[in-house]
C-alpha cells in the first residue's frame, strides 16, 4: 500500500479535521518510532509504519471496506485493545497503541503553552504533564507506559521521539 492510497482512505472515511490532525501526528510519530527501533528500516517498512498511523482511527471502517494488508489491519485493530478485544502483539501494534495515547497528551501540552507552538514544547514539559493525572484525563498514561515494556523504548525517551516526529510537520498539525 502507498502513502497516497493510505491518504484517500483517510479522507474518504474521515471529516472531522482535528481526527485527521490527530492522524498525521500519529503517522510521523510511527515512522519515528520505527526508525528508533531499527534504524536500517528500508524506505516501505517506515511507509508501512507510517500508513499504520495515519489510518487507526478509522479502525472498524477502513478494515470492513478496504483491504489493508493484513499486518497493518492487524496493528489498527489492536490500538484500542481495550474495546476490540484484539491484543497487540507486534512492535508496530504496540507502537501505535501507545503513541496513540501520547500524541494525545502532546497535543493538549502544547495547546495550554504560553505559545501554543509545538516548537516550543520540550520532554521535560510534557512529562510534567505526564504526571499530572487531572491534565488530558482521555489520554491513558498506563497504556503510554507499555512503550517500556513493549517496546524497549524508556518513557522519556519514547517522549521525545513521538514529540520531536509531530514538530516535524507542526504546520499540517496547526501547532
Known amino acids: 500500500m502507498k502513502r497516497e492510497d493510505a491518504d484517500k482512505i483517510l479522507n474518504k472515511y474521515l471529516?472531522?479535521?482535528n481526527l485527521i490532525k490527530h492522524s498525521l501526528a500519529c503517522e510521523a510519530a510511527m515512522k519515528g518510532i520505527c526508525l528508533y527501533l531499527n534504524p536500517d528500516s528500508s524506505p516501505e517498512e517506515i511507509e508501512k509504519w507510517g500508513?499504520?498511523?495515519?489510518?487507526?482511527?478509522?479502525?472498524?471502517?477502513?478494515t470492513e471496506k478496504e483491504k489493508l494488508p493484513e499486518e497493518i489491519a492487524h496493528a489498527i485493530n489492536s490500538?484500542?485493545?481495550?474495546?476490540?478485544?484484539?491484543?497487540?502483539?507486534?512492535?508496530?501494534?504496540?507502537?501505535?497503541?501507545?503513541?496513540d495515547q501520547l500524541t494525545g497528551l502532546i497535543?493538549?501540552?502544547?495547546?495550554?503553552?504560553?505559545?501554543?507552538?509545538?516548537?516550543?514544547?520540550t520532554p521535560e514539559f510534557v512529562l510534567?504533564?505526564?504526571g499530572e493525572?487531572?491534565?488530558?484525563?482521555?489520554?491513558d498514561r498506563e497504556v503510554i507506559g507499555l512503550?517500556?515494556?513493549?517496546?524497549?523504548?524508556?518513557?522519556?525517551?519514547?517522549?521525545?521521539i513521538v514529540l520531536s516526529s509531530m514538530q516535524k510537520i507542526a504546520v499540517d498539525l496547526g501547532l
Open 15 to 17: 471529516k472531522n479535521k
Open 51 to 62: 500508513i499504520t498511523g495515519l489510518l487507526h482511527d478509522a479502525d472498524y471502517v477502513i
Open 79 to 99: 490500538h484500542n485493545f481495550q474495546n476490540t478485544k484484539v491484543e497487540p502483539v507486534s512492535p508496530l501494534d504496540w507502537a501505535i497503541t501507545t503513541c
Open 107 to 121: 497535543v493538549a501540552a502544547t495547546l495550554i503553552s504560553p505559545s501554543k507552538k509545538i516548537a516550543d514544547i
Open 128 to 130: 510534567k504533564r505526564f
Open 133 to 139: 493525572k487531572s491534565f488530558a484525563k482521555g489520554a
Open 147 to 160: 512503550c517500556e515494556e513493549k517496546l524497549g523504548i524508556p518513557l522519556e525517551k519514547f517522549v521525545e
